[in-house]
C-alpha cells in the first residue's frame, strides 16, 4: 500500500529513517527477544505521547483549509484515542497496569522532546509544518508493522505486530498519505520540490524521524 509521494520525498531525503525502521527495538519485537519490562516501559511511554500526539492531531483540525482536511485530521484523532491507545490500555492492564496509572506516568525527557517540538510545528507553523513532524510517527509505524509482520521469527509481540500491519492501520497510513499530498498542492503547488519550502519541510520530518530513533533508545533504557 502507497503512503503517497509527498511522504516518500520526505522518508527519501532523511538520513535517519533506516536507524528508526529498524532499530534494534524493531528488531528485537521482531524475534521476540525484547524484555517483558522493556515493552511495557515503552508502551507506558507511548500512552503519554498518544495523549499528546492527540492533542497534535486536534490541532491540525484547526489548522485545516478545507472540510476534507477537517475530516481527515478528526479521524485521526479518533483512531489515536479510541483505538490505538485502547490497545496500550489492554496491554497493560494485562500486567496489571490500569490506565490511571498509565496517565500518571513521568514523562522522560525523549517524551517530552519530541512531544513538545510536534505541537510547537503545529503551534509556530501552519498545517504543512505540523504534517512534517506528525508523519514519521504514523507512517513509520506502518512501514515497521508491515517489515515484521513479513519477517519475525517469534510471536511474543505478535498482537502489536498485528495492529501496525492490519488493513485497519494501514488505511490509515494511506489516508494521512493522501491527505499530505493534498495538503502540500494546495498550498505549495503540484512540484513541492522546486517550491523554497521543501528543504524547510524536508528537515523537520528529518528532525521529528531522529526523535523516534531516541524514543527507541528510550525503550531499551527501562
Given at each position: 500500500?502507497t503512503?503517497?509521494?509527498?511522504?516518500?520525498?520526505?522518508?527519501?531525503?532523511?538520513?535517519?529513517?533506516?536507524a528508526?525502521?529498524?532499530?534494534?527495538?524493531v528488531?528485537?519485537?521482531g524475534?521476540?527477544?525484547?524484555?517483558?519490562?522493556?515493552?511495557?516501559?515503552?508502551?507506558?511511554?507511548?500512552?503519554?505521547?498518544?495523549?499528546?500526539?492527540?492533542?497534535?492531531?486536534?490541532?491540525a483540525?484547526?489548522?485545516?483549509?478545507?472540510?476534507?482536511?477537517?475530516?481527515?485530521t478528526?479521524?485521526?484523532?479518533?483512531?489515536?484515542?479510541?483505538?490505538?491507545?485502547?490497545?496500550?490500555?489492554?496491554?497493560?492492564?494485562?500486567?496489571?497496569?490500569?490506565?490511571?496509572?498509565?496517565?500518571?506516568?513521568?514523562?522522560?525527557q525523549?517524551n517530552?522532546?519530541?512531544?513538545?517540538?510536534?505541537?510547537?510545528a503545529?503551534?509556530?507553523?501552519?498545517?504543512?509544518?505540523?504534517?512534517?513532524?506528525?508523519a514519521?510517527?504514523?507512517?513509520?509505524?506502518?512501514?515497521?508493522?508491515?517489515?515484521?509482520?513479513?519477517?519475525?521469527?517469534?510471536?511474543?509481540?505478535?498482537?502489536?505486530?498485528?495492529?501496525?500491519?492490519?488493513?485497519?492501520?494501514?488505511?490509515v497510513c494511506?489516508?494521512?498519505?493522501?491527505?499530505i499530498?493534498?495538503?502540500?498542492?494546495?498550498r505549495?503547488?503540484?512540484?513541492?520540490?522546486a517550491?523554497?519550502r521543501?528543504?524547510?519541510?524536508?528537515?523537520r520530518?528529518?528532525?521529528?524521524?531522529?526523535?523516534?530513533v531516541?524514543?527507541?533508545?528510550?525503550?531499551?533504557?527501562?
Amino acid at each position: 500500500m502507497t503512503y503517497g509521494t509527498v511522504f516518500a520525498g520526505w522518508r527519501d531525503a532523511s538520513p535517519a529513517w533506516p536507524a528508526y525502521t529498524r532499530h534494534a527495538f524493531v528488531q528485537d519485537l521482531g524475534d521476540g527477544t525484547l524484555p517483558r519490562a522493556a515493552f511495557l516501559h515503552y508502551l507506558k511511554q507511548d500512552y503519554v505521547f498518544l495523549v499528546h500526539f492527540a492533542r497534535a492531531w486536534a490541532l491540525a483540525v484547526t489548522k485545516s483549509e478545507t472540510v476534507a482536511e477537517m475530516r481527515l485530521t478528526a479521524a485521526t484523532v479518533h483512531g489515536l484515542i479510541n483505538e490505538e491507545i485502547a490497545l496500550h490500555i489492554k496491554t497493560c492492564a494485562e500486567a496489571g497496569i490500569d490506565e490511571a496509572a498509565l496517565f500518571a506516568t513521568q514523562e522522560r525527557q525523549e517524551n517530552l522532546a519530541y512531544t513538545r517540538y510536534v505541537l510547537d510545528a503545529g503551534h509556530s507553523g501552519d498545517l504543512l509544518d505540523l504534517l512534517a513532524a506528525l508523519a514519521p510517527c504514523v507512517m513509520g509505524y506502518g512501514e515497521i508493522g508491515t517489515y515484521l509482520a513479513q519477517t519475525k521469527t517469534s510471536d511474543t509481540y505478535a498482537g502489536w505486530i498485528d495492529t501496525y500491519a492490519g488493513d485497519a492501520y494501514q488505511q490509515v497510513c494511506a489516508n494521512v498519505g493522501a491527505l499530505i499530498d493534498g495538503a502540500v498542492a494546495r498550498r505549495i503547488g503540484d512540484a513541492p520540490q522546486a517550491s523554497p519550502r521543501w528543504a524547510t519541510l524536508c528537515a523537520r520530518f528529518d528532525t521529528a524521524t531522529r526523535l523516534e530513533v531516541g524514543f527507541w533508545d528510550m525503550g531499551l533504557a527501562p
